[in-house]
C-alpha cells in the first residue's frame, strides 16, 4: 500500500512539472512580455505536513530560430526517488513566433522502466487545428507498440510544453479577477479543454526571494464537465519576462509545488 501511494506520488509529481496545458473567449496576447532565450531551472518538492522533501528537478530552455522557438523541458526524479518510481521525461515542441501556436510537440518519457515516444505534427486552416499524432511504446518486458492518431480541434490549440509559453503571453492586466478563459490541448492520445482562471495579483517568497506575481489556476477536462486531472495554480512574475516561479498541485496525500530556482 505504501508503495502504490508512492509510485502515485512519483507520477502525479511528473504530471506537475509537465503541466506547466474550441476557444470560449478570445485570447489576447501581451505586447509586453520580452521572451528570450533562456534557461530556468526548477526544484519539485514534496509537502505532507512536516515532510517538504525534494522529489524531482526540471530545466525549461527557449531559443528563438528565426520566425520560430524551440523549447525543451528535460524532468528528472532524484535518487532517492528513483528507487520508487524513476522518471527522465523530455518535452520539446517548436512554436510560431508571432502567436505562440505548436508547429510540432515531442515526449520522450522513460518512467519506471518503459519507454514512450510521442510526436505531433500541426496542420492550421484558420481557425481549424490539426494534429497528427504518433506513438510508440515499450514496457518493461520490452514488447512494443505503435499507433497514430488524427484530432482535431476548433479554437486556439495548444499541447503540454506550448502551453507553458502561451500562458505567459496573455494580457493579464486586460483581466478581471475571476475571468476565465478555455482553450484547447492536446497529448499524445486526446484532446482536453484547459479552463483558466485568473484569481488575481500575490507576493510569494522562494528561498526568501519574493516576487510580484499574477495568480492563476487551471482545470483539465474531457468535455468541458468531467475532469481529466487535479486542478492546479501558479503564480507568474508580473515583470517582462513572466517567469512561472511557482506551481501547485493536489495530490491524493500531500501537495507537490515545483519552485523556480534560478537561471
Same mark, same amino acid.
Given at each position: 500500500m505504501?508503495?502504490?501511494t508512492?509510485?502515485?506520488?512519483?507520477?502525479r509529481?511528473?504530471?506537475v512539472?509537465?503541466?506547466?496545458?474550441?476557444?470560449?473567449?478570445? *485570447?489576447?496576447?501581451?505586447?509586453?512580455?520580452?521572451?528570450?532565450?533562456e534557461?530556468?531551472r526548477?526544484?519539485?518538492?514534496?509537502?505532507?505536513?512536516?515532510?517538504?522533501?525534494? /522529489?524531482g528537478?526540471?530545466?525549461?530552455?527557449?531559443?528563438?530560430?528565426?520566425?520560430?522557438?524551440?523549447?525543451m523541458?528535460a524532468?528528472?526524479?532524484e535518487?532517492?526517488?528513483?528507487?520508487?518510481?524513476?522518471?527522465?521525461?523530455?518535452? *520539446?515542441?517548436?512554436?510560431?513566433?508571432?502567436?505562440?501556436?505548436?508547429i510540432?510537440?515531442?515526449?520522450? /518519457?522513460?518512467?519506471d522502466?518503459?519507454?514512450n515516444?510521442?510526436?505531433?505534427k500541426?496542420t492550421?486552416?484558420?481557425?481549424?487545428?490539426?494534429?497528427?499524432?504518433?506513438?510508440?511504446?515499450?514496457?518493461?518486458?520490452?514488447?512494443t507498440?505503435?499507433?497514430?492518431?488524427? *484530432?482535431?480541434?476548433?479554437g486556439?490549440?495548444?499541447?503540454?510544453?506550448?502551453?507553458?509559453?502561451? *500562458?505567459?503571453?496573455? $494580457?493579464?492586466?486586460?483581466?478581471?479577477?475571476?475571468?476565465?478563459?478555455?482553450?484547447?490541448?492536446?497529448?499524445?492520445?486526446?484532446?482536453?479543454?484547459?479552463?483558466l482562471?485568473?484569481?488575481?495579483?500575490?507576493?510569494?517568497?522562494? $528561498?526568501k526571494?519574493?516576487?510580484?506575481?499574477?495568480r492563476?489556476?487551471f482545470?483539465?477536462?474531457?468535455?468541458?464537465?468531467?475532469?481529466?486531472?487535479?486542478?492546479?495554480?501558479?503564480?507568474?512574475?508580473?515583470?517582462?519576462?513572466?517567469?512561472?516561479?511557482?506551481?501547485?498541485?493536489?495530490?491524493?496525500?500531500?501537495?507537490?509545488?515545483?519552485l523556480y530556482t534560478?537561471?
Amino acid at each position: 500500500m505504501v508503495a502504490d501511494t508512492r509510485q502515485s506520488i512519483m507520477k502525479r509529481t511528473i504530471s506537475v512539472i509537465l503541466f506547466l496545458i474550441a476557444t470560449v473567449h478570445t *485570447l489576447h496576447l501581451s505586447a509586453a512580455i520580452s521572451l528570450q532565450d533562456e534557461t530556468l531551472r526548477y526544484k519539485v518538492m514534496y509537502k505532507w505536513g512536516l515532510i517538504n522533501s525534494q /522529489a524531482g528537478n526540471a530545466t525549461l530552455t527557449l531559443k528563438s530560430d528565426g520566425k520560430t522557438y524551440k523549447a525543451m523541458l528535460a524532468a528528472a526524479s532524484e535518487p532517492w526517488a528513483d528507487r520508487i518510481y524513476k522518471v527522465r521525461d523530455t518535452l *520539446l515542441c517548436t512554436m510560431e513566433k508571432d502567436s505562440m501556436f505548436p508547429i510540432r510537440y515531442e515526449k520522450i /518519457a522513460h518512467e519506471d522502466g518503459k519507454y514512450n515516444h510521442d510526436v505531433i505534427k500541426y496542420t492550421r486552416d484558420g481557425n481549424l487545428f490539426t494534429g497528427h499524432c504518433s506513438r510508440f511504446k515499450r514496457k518493461k518486458d520490452n514488447s512494443t507498440s505503435s499507433d497514430s492518431i488524427t *484530432l482535431q480541434a476548433t479554437g486556439t490549440t495548444v499541447d503540454m510544453l506550448s502551453v507553458y509559453y502561451y *500562458l505567459r503571453a496573455l $494580457d493579464f492586466k486586460a483581466m478581471t479577477v475571476g475571468q476565465t478563459i478555455t482553450i484547447n490541448i492536446f497529448s499524445g492520445k486526446r484532446k482536453e479543454l484547459l479552463r483558466l482562471k485568473y484569481r488575481g495579483n500575490e507576493t510569494v517568497k522562494i $528561498d526568501k526571494t519574493p516576487y510580484q506575481c499574477y495568480r492563476v489556476s487551471f482545470t483539465f477536462t474531457s468535455d468541458g464537465k468531467t475532469k481529466t486531472s487535479d486542478d492546479m495554480e501558479a503564480w507568474i512574475s508580473i515583470d517582462s519576462r513572466r517567469i512561472p516561479v511557482k506551481l501547485e498541485g493536489k495530490l491524493p496525500v500531500g501537495k507537490i509545488r515545483c519552485l523556480y530556482t534560478g537561471e
